[in-house]
């Protein structure tokens, strides 16, 4: 089955820098990969994904790169707010497969 | 448009006793349903997934117990809780077999005492 370790656990950055969160996965048949946002006691929720077509989404602060070849994917967050301090989880899944397989989770936190 | 509902929201019971999460989504026919639970406010642990009603399938031995009695519902059981089934319980629902996200409910924070 799929494997994803996503790298670092935890993040403290200055208010302004950018982050920038790393996972790896394993089944090369994975082709979705969204990117998930938990704030403290609260639900995850969907924050950007991308499909295994593309290299590279953006959406305006927050940009996931897409490197099918070395099965890594990565979550860019770009003049950071304390309000993006949160859980992070990356996840991968296959096309056909019910279950996605979410990381370990990266706690990002943003210091003012 | 699609909701999903979990309740309780927090829980406190004591050890030995039953348990019954339960999970409803709206707004959509046919989901596939999944618990989660996330201990130390971290890592998301797949406990069971539904395609179908009573279709459950398990990815860790646990305390715990699934069931699918209708379409759009999903229940999370025990017969008896262990002071190690404390955490924090996920709900979610995703589309079809299609890569897509998934959504998850708010969540139901168990404390076994």
């Known amino acids: 089955g799929e494997n994803v370790e996503q790298h670092p656990s935890t993040l403290s950055v200055q208010e302004g820098d950018s982050a920038v969160i790393k996972c790896t996965y394993s089944?090369?048949?994975?082709?979705?990969f969204p990117w998930y946002k938990q704030e403290l006691g609260k639900r995850p929720q969907l924050i950007i994904d991308i499909r295994s077509n593309v290299g590279e989404k953006k959406d305006q602060r927050i940009a996931v790169t897409l490197n099918k070849t070395a099965k890594h994917f990565s979550l860019h967050i770009t003049e950071t707010q304390p309000e993006d301090s949160a859980v992070y989880f990356c996840a991968a899944r296959e096309g056909g497969s019910y279950i996605p397989t979410f990381g370990r989770g990266t706690s990002l936190i943003v210091h003012p | 448009s699609q909701t999903i509902h979990q309740w309780p929201a927090t829980l406190v019971q004591p050890v030995g006793s039953p348990l019954s999460l339960e999970c409803t989504v709206e707004g959509t026919s046919n989901p596939n349903l999944y618990w989660y639970r996330q201990a130390a406010g971290r890592g998301l642990q797949l406990l069971f997934y539904?395609?179908?009603?009573?279709?459950i399938s398990s990815e860790v031995p646990q305390n715990l117990s699934a069931s699918r009695p209708q379409d759009r519902q999903f229940i999370l059981s025990s017969k008896k809780l262990l002071l190690s089934d404390s955490g924090f319980y996920l709900c979610a629902w995703g589309q079809g077999a299609m890569s897509t996200e998934a959504f998850f409910g708010q969540g139901t924070r168990l404390t076994v005492v």
């Open positions: 089944d090369s048949a994975s082709n979705y």
């Open positions: 539904s395609v179908g009603i009573g279709q």
